[in-house]
């Protein structure tokens, strides 16, 4: 089916974007995104799947309150990344307080990755279907 085609299509440049934007380290990330294809009145819709996280890759996130400290205390052994005298949870407690005070600039990799496969969409079924 051909919303499949564009669904594999969005899934595999979302992909892309995020490893050439450098937003890849344990690669959970990558592994969790999929999609389901929905059909409605009004035609079909693609639903991505992902962690939880991809909204704040995407989206990036406002100055203000310190995000939670666990799953940057994962990020940061994962990396692994740790200020000279300081333990994991000091490091991932200093890179929250600066999250919390900078935030997060976004990357709008979805929207970048919608545009780019509505662009090219006559292309990936075209392909696709010369393969059937």
Known sequence: MEIDLVGK???????????????????RLLSSLSYNTIQSIEGWTIEILAEKYLEFVDRGRKPGKIPPIGDIQKWVIQKPIKFIGKTDSQTAFIIAKSIGK????????IQKSIDKVISNIENIIKIEKLYQ
């Open 102 to 109: 900078k935030g997060i600039v976004p990357t709008n990799i």
């Open 9 to 27: 299509a969005l899934i595999d440049e979302i992909k892309m974007r995020l490893v050439q934007e450098g937003k890849v380290s344990s690669g």
